[in-house]
């Protein structure tokens, strides 16, 4: 998915740079970058991969080089940036974070004549971030270009703009999808996704935008240009999967949400009598074991630790870019507790059961361990649809879905024209596909969340959840 940090101040802005950008690496595996701008030399930037280093220790023998009061940074799931664009708008700098699905169409339709041009990428692909950025310059102004380029994209679009006048620029989609968080201190002001990254940094809550706000932030002052909207569509998966524990989207923390979730999910499973008898509720680390906490507690269950991720030298199994190096990264990093396996009924909650296929080695590993049973939950809805919006299920294919495979498997295309009913353990057709899940990897029962119960979890307006990926509506 990807994430930012900028910070207007009255001081050196640069560790608080780097630091607030480094506390959104769990969102992107990519690429990395920082720029700042210093009213003497303008504007330095750097851009790092980070496929196998973390950004730390790629950007801290950078740091000597920067200097401002004024800066912006990324964590990116896809291409380089921030960028550093001169047009008639002036010079700036840009970072995005969304999905521009009509990347090809757009390129077509405004820059194909005569004095145009992109820098492509080896695989022809242009930057989704330079692609914004000229949709931007096609207007006599920043905000009403952002607004432009918010509009023409089919898809989202959230950014930051850093102007050579030290002010940033932060545009939220315009149905706010993603979170744009605002902190303040007695030196200036922060922008993030993460309000936990500029807490940690003696920043304070100062303003969260609404949909498709666009807010200009100094030092002294945080502008509003254009007002937030009425719609709003923010991602399910920010509390379930992608947020950092310790943030709050909305007002609701993630990890009070995740507990809440999975206490949701077992009084469920009592109402529905489906609560397996089990040794142990364990979470699979590291975003399902709240979850997991919370459906213990709530079925009675002990919570215990079966299995331990080895992170000290691979922090995230998903960082190699290579998928067998990740399967078996993922592989060595589960380490048994066998007391706690050998001859034991398990009962694993995992946030979300995407592919399926690093779940169906854990499973594995834990019956070679000893395991007597093991019980798999999921803290959502299965997932039948590849996210349009965001990096999160993004698939070549829907049908690398585990539950699109498994229906396409049982039931052929027409099977496509049933999902509703396959989503719902209630049905004939859910049973089915519940069943075949079992078998394929190895299950002694299977139960997901219900889109209902997330939602109560999450605790706002129903309306304004984005969840797409589970039943395809807008």
């Not at 059961?353 to 019980?375: C, M, N, P, W």
């Not at 585990?402 to 509703?420: I, Q």
Request: glycine fraction near 10%.
């Amino acid at each position: 998915m990807g994430g930012f940090f900028g910070v207007a101040s009255k001081r050196e802005c640069v560790l608080d740079i780097f630091f607030g950008v480094d506390y959104h690496s769990h969102l992107g595996t990519r690429r990395a970058g920082m720029i700042i701008h210093d009213e003497n030399k303008g504007f330095h930037r750097q851009i790092h991969s980070i496929e196998n280093t973390p950004f730390r220790t790629k950007f801290e023998k950078d740091l000597v080089e920067f200097s401002g009061c004024t800066g912006i940074g990324c964590i990116s799931d896809s291409d380089p940036q921030p960028l550093l664009v001169r047009s008639h708008l002036g010079l700036y700098a840009i970072t995005t974070v969304g999905m521009v699905n009509n990347a090809a169409e757009l390129i077509e339709k405004y820059f194909s004549d005569t004095g145009h041009q992109f820098m492509a990428q080896s695989s022809g692909k242009v930057n989704d971030t330079e692609l914004v950025a000229s949709l931007i310059n096609q207007k006599e102004d920043l905000i009403s270009g952002i607004q432009y380029a918010q509009e023409q994209i089919v898809g989202s679009m959230t950014l930051l703009v850093l102007t050579d006048k030290g002010e940033i620029i932060a545009a939220r989609d315009k149905v706010g999808r993603l979170p744009v968080i605002l902190g303040k201190n007695e030196d200036g002001h922060c922008v993030a996704f993460e309000s936990f990254a500029f807490n940690k940094l003696g920043y304070v809550d100062a303003y969260e935008l609404g949909p498709g706000e666009i807010v200009k932030i100094t030092a002294d002052n945080i502008e509003v240009m254009v007002p937030a909207g009425e719609e709003m569509k923010i991602c399910a998966f920010l509390w379930t999967y992608y947020g950092y524990p310790n943030s709050r989207y909305e007002g609701r923390n993630v990890e009070v949400m995740r507990v809440e979730n999975g206490k949701i999910m077992a009084r469920d499973e009592r109402i529905n009598g489906t609560l397996p008898e089990v040794d142990y509720v364990a979470g699979v680390p590291d975003s399902g074991v709240p979850h997991a906490i919370g459906y213990a507690h709530e079925s009675g269950a002990e919570y215990a630790r079966p299995f331990i991720k080895y992170t000290p030298t691979w922090p995230r199994s998903f960082m190699p870019s290579n998928q067998n190096v990740r399967n078996q990264v993922a592989k060595m990093k589960q380490i048994p507790v066998p007391e706690l396996i050998e001859g034991k009924k398990l009962l694993l909650v995992d946030d979300s059961i995407v592919r399926g296929t690093q779940l169906g080695e854990t499973v594995d590993f834990l019956y070679e361990s000893g395991a007597k049973e093991v019980h798999m939950r999921s803290a959502c809805p299965p997932i039948m649809y590849g996210c349009k919006y965001l990096n999160f299920s993004s698939s070549k294919s829907e049908n690398e879905l585990l539950a699109r495979r498994v229906v396409r498997e049982l039931e052929g295309a027409a099977g496509e024209k049933h999902l509703d009913e396959y989503a719902d353990p209630k049905t004939e057709r859910g049973q089915c596909m519940l069943k075949t899940i079992c078998e394929k990897l190895g299950f002694h029962s299977l139960g997901y969340q219900s889109v209902e119960g997330v939602l109560e979890s999450i605790g706002i307006d129903r309306e304004k959840v984005c969840t797409y990926c589970w039943t395809g509506k807008e």
